[in-house]
């Protein structure tokens, strides 16, 4: 087949993530942390022999890296750009079937609230998103002014997040939800504030994360029109 000067080479990636194994081990890296290869072979399912070998052709094909800590090595997604296209996979991908109470649970936490990689997904994403819209924060892939002062009080780098060589405020279709929730450099900067202050929290299920009473009053007096500013203690 002839290709265009223009035309990127997509098969060989595509065929990384096609390996079941692979895009399990992929799928786990979603979540935004590094694991190590042990706990990567558990969650797909295969012998550490056979993770590290899918890990290989993964660093190979520039898909994961590899974090050295001590005598140790952790993995993690070799970026958005990688996460992102995982995402929109899933989009257009079937869901597992259910066969057990526990992963009906599982699937449930997931819906409800994840890491979409770096920032907020599921519900709890969507309906970030959503009320941002709704009360005049976000308009057109941006922040209005009056977002702007909202997530700065609360204590986001939204000027951080605008010099970012990401893009700045894209919606990012949600695959459980099919609507869109907040990502790029300010999805990522919400996110990491919403856990420093301690109202999400990392769930028991790789990915999940859990809304915590001080997030549930938090995100009330946020979203009442109260002012709340980063030094404001939550109660």
């Known amino acids: 087949m002839e290709f265009f000067a223009r035309d990127a080479d997509i098969a060989p990636v595509a065929a990384l993530i096609a390996d079941p194994t692979r895009a399990a081990i992929l799928t786990a890296l979603l979540g935004g942390r590094a694991l190590a290869a042990g706990e990567l072979a558990r969650i797909a399912g295969v012998s550490a022999a056979t993770a590290s070998a899918h ?97 700065s009080g609360l204590g986001v780098d939204v000027a951080g997040a605008r010099g970012s060589r990401r893009r700045f405020a894209p919606e990012c279709l949600d695959w459980t939800e099919r609507r869109s929730h907040l990502g790029g450099a300010l999805g990522a900067a919400i996110a990491r504030t919403l856990f420093e202050r301690e109202w999400y929290r990392r769930g028991a299920v790789p990915r999940a994360v859990v809304l915590t009473d001080e997030g549930r009053r938090g995100l009330a007096t946020l979203f009442s029109g109260k002012e709340l500013t980063s030094a404001t203690p939550v109660t």
């Open 55 to 151: 890990l290989a052709r993964l660093l190979d094909g520039r898909l994961v890296d590899v974090v050295p800590q001590g005598r140790h090595r952790y993995y993690r997604l070799a970026g958005h750009e990688v996460a992102e296209v995982l995402e929109s996979l899933a989009t257009i991908s079937a869901r597992p079937p259910v066969r057990s109470l526990r992963q009906s649970r599982q699937a449930r936490m997931l819906e409800e609230a994840r890491t979409c990689y770096d920032h907020l997904a599921g519900r709890a994403g969507v309906g970030l998103l959503d009320r941002l819209r709704e009360d005049g924060h976000y308009a057109g892939h941006d922040l209005t002014e009056s977002g702007e002062r909202l997530l």
